[in-house]
Structures are given as structure tokens and as C-alpha cells.
């Protein structure tokens, strides 16, 4: 058999197969099928595998049975992620969509957010491991918060207030109060 022979169309569909005692159980579970390139009997090039039949599925590309390269996840949520796959993880660019329709653009590394982004209206800058860790957090009605971030949490920098129209910098502390300095009117702009 050629082994760099191009992948052939093919369908797993996997059987409830009791693991073996003291082993860990496999990836695929009772329900779940596969359809697109296989070689060797592996998922390889661009294919569909589909969870359990129902909503959860990914349709994209596969090398040696790992998800790499571009795909499209959706998950149980109503979530769903567009973009780039190294080893089985969300890596590189793509559009993550949660299911309350708010949306992330950006980086991804091992699965996490990562680099630069925006996070649709909300969170707009700089990740790191999945936490949000500099930039402006932008509520529906506008005002904003911009500055440091801990574990996506604001931590210290300036809060704008659209209804009244001020601006305040400041620092949270360890209970989770906010210390800031004397209020004064302002824009957007001197949050930015």
C-alpha cells in the first residue's frame, strides 16, 4: 500500500465499545460519525464528525486524525468557533461565537485566547492565557473601563461614564472596592 496515497472518502460511525479496563476511553463515543478523507483508516483531509448525532460537530480539515489546519466547531452550548486547529486546539486566528451571540476575534494558543483580540463589544486588547490583561471593556450603554486587567478582571486604570460623562482613575483593591481619584467631566477620549 502507498502510504502518501491521497486520502478516500469514507464513514465511521462508532459502535459503544467497553474501554478496557484501567485504560483511558477513546476520543469517539456510542453515536458519534465521521465522514470525509480517511487514510490508512484515519481521519485525514476534510471531513465531518458529528457528536453523539446531535447539534456538537466539526467540518474542517484533519491530518492523522487530529484536527489541523481550518475548521468549524460547534459546540452543545449553541457556541461555535471558526478558525484555525493545531493538534486538536483552537490555535491561531479565528472567531469564537458564544451562545448569547457575543463574539471574540483574535488569537488562540492551546485551546485559549491569546494575544491580541476583540471580544465583539465587550473586551477590546490584549490576552494572555484566556484572561483578558490590557485594554477597554466596553458596556452596552458605552461607558467603559481602560486599563490593567487581573485574570480578566479590571485591576487599575480609568472608568468613563457615558450617561454622565465622567471620567475617574483608580485602582480596585482586594475586596473588590474601588479607590479612585476626584471625578471630572470628560470624554471617551481620555479613557483611550
Not at 43 to 64: D, K, L, M, N, S
Not at 83 to 103: F, H, Q
Not at 179 to 188: E, H, K, T
Amino acid at each position: 500500500m502507498d502510504e502518501e496515497a491521497a486520502p478516500q472518502p469514507g464513514k465511521m460511525t462508532y459502535p459503544p465499545p467497553p474501554p478496557p479496563e484501567g485504560e483511558e476511553e477513546m476520543e469517539e463515543k456510542p453515536g458519534d460519525t465521521y465522514t470525509g478523507g480517511m487514510q490508512h483508516g484515519v481521519r485525514h483531509g476534510r471531513g465531518r464528525y458529528t457528536f453523539g448525532g446531535g447539534p456538537a460537530a466539526y467540518e474542517g480539515e484533519y491530518v492523522e486524525g487530529r484536527r489541523e489546519g481550518r475548521g468549524v466547531m460547534r459546540f452543545p452550548d449553541g457556541g461555535s468557533y471558526d478558525g484555525e486547529w493545531v493538534a486538536d486546539k483552537m490555535e491561531g486566528t479565528g472567531t469564537y461565537t458564544y451562545a448569547s451571540g457575543d463574539v471574540f476575534r483574535g488569537g488562540f494558543k492551546a485551546g485559549r485566547k491569546s494575544g491580541a483580540g476583540a471580544d465583539g463589544c465587550q473586551f477590546h486588547g490584549a490576552w494572555s492565557e484566556g484572561d483578558f490583561v490590557e485594554g477597554r471593556w466596553v458596556w452596552r450603554d458605552g461607558s467603559m473601563f481602560a486599563g490593567a486587567f487581573d485574570a480578566s478582571k479590571p485591576a487599575q486604570g480609568k472608568h468613563w461614564f457615558s450617561g454622565s460623562h465622567l471620567v475617574q482613575a483608580g485602582r480596585y483593591i482586594a475586596n473588590g472596592a474601588w479607590v479612585g481619584s476626584d471625578v471630572a467631566a470628560g470624554s471617551a477620549a481620555a479613557v483611550l
